[in-house]
C-alpha cells in the first residue's frame, strides 16, 4: 500500500518489557513519522525523522525512543512498555509535495 | 500552544443527508490544512487546502479554507453508508511536515 509497511501489526506485551515496532518505505522519502492514535485525542506526534540519523521528538515522546540508520526504516522503541502505552501507533511518510502523509496501516499495541 | 479543533465530535444522519464538518484551528506558522478520511485502517488523503476562499472538490466532498477566520469545513453531500468514517482535519505548521490533529469527527450514515 504505497510502499510502506508497519509491523508488527498486532502485539501484546507485558508491563516493564522493551518493545520495537517497525516502519519500512520503499519510497525513498526523506520525513518519516511516528503517531499514536488514542479516543478522544485523535493522532498525536512521538518522533519523526527528516534523514538519516536525524530525529526529534514531538508532543508525546516521554517513554519513547527511534532510530532511523537507513532511509528506508524507521524503528519506535518503548524502552519499559506502561499500560498508558496501549494504543494504535501508526507510522507515516511524507514526500511533501502535494499530498501530505501517506500511513502505514497501523499496529495495535496492548499492554499488559 | 498549536492547536486544532474539530466540531461535532460525533454526527449520525441517515442516507441522502448534507453533512458539514468543521476544523478551527490556532498555530504559529501556518502552511496548509489536509483532511483525512479514516475507516478501520491507516487515514487516507482526502484535500490538501493553503489558499483562502478556493474550494477543492471530489465528487460528493468539498472543502474550503477560512485563513482569516482559521477553520475550515468539509461538505459531504447525498451521504452514502460508505462515507461512514471518522474525518480527521491536521494543520501543518513548520517546515519538516509535522501534522497537528484535531480529535476527529466520527461520522455514521444510516440506511
Known amino acids: 500500500d504505497a510502499g510502506i509497511t508497519q509491523s508488527p501489526r498486532h502485539k501484546v506485551t507485558e508491563t516493564g518489557t522493551p518493545v520495537t515496532l517497525r516502519c519500512h518505505q520503499t519510497?525513498?522519502?526523506?520525513?518519516m513519522y511516528w503517531y499514536r492514535q488514542d479516543p478522544g485525542h485523535g493522532l498525536r506526534l512521538i518522533h519523526y525523522?527528516?534523514?538519516?540519523?536525524?530525529?526529534d521528538k514531538g508532543e508525546v515522546s516521554d517513554g519513547y525512543s527511534v532510530s532511523r540508520s537507513k532511509t528506508e526504516d524507521f524503528l519506535l522503541t518503548l524502552e519499559s512498555a506502561t499500560s498508558s502505552q496501549t494504543s494504535v501507533y501508526f507510522c507515516?511518510?511524507?514526500?511533501?509535495?502535494?499530498?501530505?502523509?501517506?500511513f502505514g496501516s497501523g499496529t495495535r499495541l496492548t499492554v499488559v | 500552544e498549536d492547536k486544532v479543533v474539530q466540531s461535532p465530535l460525533s454526527l449520525v444522519v441517515h442516507e441522502g443527508d448534507t453533512v458539514t464538518l468543521n476544523c478551527s484551528y490556532e498555530?504559529?506558522?501556518?502552511?496548509?490544512l489536509l483532511w483525512y478520511k479514516q475507516e478501520k485502517k491507516a487515514p487516507t488523503f482526502l484535500f490538501m487546502l493553503?489558499?483562502?476562499?478556493i474550494e477543492k472538490k471530489s465528487g460528493r466532498l468539498s472543502s474550503i479554507l477560512d485563513k482569516k477566520e482559521l477553520f475550515s469545513i468539509l461538505n459531504i453531500t447525498a451521504t452514502q453508508t460508505g462515507d461512514s468514517a471518522v474525518y480527521l482535519c491536521?494543520?501543518?505548521?513548520?517546515?519538516?511536515?509535522?501534522?497537528?490533529f484535531g480529535q476527529g469527527t466520527t461520522l455514521q450514515v444510516k440506511p
Open positions: 525523522s527528516y534523514g538519516v540519523k536525524d530525529t
Open positions: 498555530v504559529t506558522n501556518f502552511r496548509s
Open positions: 493553503t489558499s483562502s476562499g
Open positions: 507515516a511518510i511524507s514526500s511533501w509535495d502535494s499530498y501530505g502523509y501517506t
Open positions: 519510497e525513498n522519502h526523506r520525513y
Open positions: 491536521a494543520v501543518d505548521s513548520s517546515n519538516t511536515g509535522k501534522l497537528i
